[in-house]
């Protein structure tokens, strides 16, 4: 049976785009919907596409982890609309949020859906998305760089490396509602896999034992960093057995990202003690 071809809708319309973005709006008034990734934090990491809609928004709703100098990149005529939470503190609940992009969207305006991060990657862009185009309105994800990507370049380390890491996970460390944390541990606790676990401080101790008991080592170096790729970056290293005591020690600003792996030992200003140290992670890394 011959395969079906897919065709990518974002390729696709790439050639057209220049002018589909005003276009559709004029289309019995419908506006459009773009779930922008706003990064880190640092504007130059930034897509060129997120810029340009950005720049080109009627509207810009905004998540509270967007940083000051990724707002600044949005004119400043264009309307601005915070919707950011808070753990614990949510003032305007995830379907005003959706109901707020519908109603604009079909109010005729381009709307910038502006999220910290990427908004595929625990950003709930997914329900935002669900909830536009079910009303009609067009809606697309521009993607960003995500905060592990964003916490691996500003301490000059690889979430992958021959020899240390042959695979990479995002995990959340956060259920909605505060509810039990049900991961897989047992397919988690590969050592030669980098965890880059989001949304954690809060259950780090739970995170960090359950790895342990599932047979990820005590010694694996751990790499917590607050507001990455931000002039307000924070790093913190430990092993996985103290983790949750060192940064109960010197807790970090949210957002806190943790990288669990052999990689975090890489990073510029690790300063694990030295008998942690296995001269293979370094002759792997180095040669």
Known sequence: MAGKTVTNGAAQGKAARSGADGAVRGKAGMGRVDLIGAGPGDPELLTLRALRLLQQADVVVHDRLVSDEVM?????????????????????????INALLVELGLSGLTVARLKGGDPTIFGRGGEEFEAVTRAGIPCDYVPGITAA??????ARFPLTHRG????????????????????????????????????????????????????????????????????????????????????????????????????????????????????????????
Not at 149 to 154: P, V
């Open 149 to 154: 990507q964003g916490a691996a370049i500003s």
């Open 164 to 287: 240390l890491a042959t695979g990479l996970r995002h995990v959340t460390g956060h259920r909605a509602r505060d509810a039990a944390l049900d991961l897989d541990w047992a397919s988690l606790a590969d050592p030669q896999t980098t965890l880059a676990v989001y949304m954690g401080a809060a259950n780090m101790a739970e995170i960090a034992r359950e790895l342990i008991r599932h047979g990820m080592p005590a010694d694996l170096p751990v790499l917590a960093v607050s507001q990455a790729s931000t002039p307000q970056e924070q790093r913190l290293h430990a092993t996985l057995q103290d983790i949750a005591a060192a940064l109960a020690g010197k807790p970090l600003p949210a957002p806190v990202l943790f990288i669990v792996g052999h990689v975090a030992a890489m990073a510029e200003d690790c300063a694990l003690p030295q008998e942690l140290y296995r001269p293979e992670w370094r002759l792997v890394a180095h040669g």
């Open 72 to 96: 600044a990149c949005v004119p400043a005529h264009v309307r601005r609309i915070p919707v950011g939470k808070a753990a614990g503190f949510h003032p305007v609940p995830q379907e005003q």
